[in-house]
């Protein structure tokens, strides 16, 4: 019997003198932060966009402007947005090698952001290129309204544009939003 009150005195014991400190929930900064992901651009050209047909030429740039990107604009997401991931997926059937550029435009059409162009090689099925933005209040993406993503070809190399070839350039994205409240 001796044996049973002795743990429950020193459990007793134990929480009775225990190290306590008063908790000053005034000062504690809680951070929640959320993540969201979308589909962003999608879109696939064939060579028939890379040929004029009327002049039996190839195009060397083309572009391609996507619009309605206005989440930035909805309201709370420009005060807590963090940091944005642009992941593409690009299959480039193509025997010739692609430069992209990316741009976001305002409502005027007018460059607001630039990202660093990127190569995707000739025949590359399965291209993967991130492009991270870090948001400030002041950040310029945030009055983005519009993506334009310019295609060049390249034309030191690679077998000639054929529009009867049905090779594609398929691009596909997504946009991972990342708050903090």
Do not use: W
């Not at 008063?22 to 060579?47: K, M, R, Y």
């Not at 966009?49 to 619009?67: L, S, W, Y």
């Amino acid at each position: 019997m001796r044996f049973i009150k002795t743990p429950s005195i020193l459990f007793f014991l134990f929480i009775f003198f225990s190290c306590t400190e008063n908790l000053n929930f005034d000062d504690t900064e809680l951070n929640i932060g959320a993540v969201h992901t979308s589909p962003l651009v999608f879109f696939t050209l064939d060579q028939n966009d890379f040929f004029d047909r009327v002049n039996d030429v190839e195009i060397i740039n083309v572009e391609v402007v996507i619009g309605d990107f206005t989440l930035l604009q909805s309201e709370g997401v420009a005060d807590n947005l963090i940091r944005i991931d642009f992941d593409l997926k690009i299959r480039n059937e193509f025997t010739r090698t692609i430069t992209s550029t990316v741009n976001f435009l305002d409502e005027n059409d007018n460059v607001v952001q630039v990202v660093a162009p990127f190569i995707i090689p000739a025949g590359d099925l399965n291209y993967r290129h991130r492009i991270v933005q870090t948001i400030t209040p002041v950040s310029p993406l945030l009055r983005a309204k519009r993506i334009r993503v310019a295609l060049r070809i390249d034309t030191s190399s690679g077998s000639p544009i054929r529009p009867d070839d049905p090779r594609i350039f398929d691009l596909k994205s997504t946009g991972t939003y990342y708050f903090e409240i």
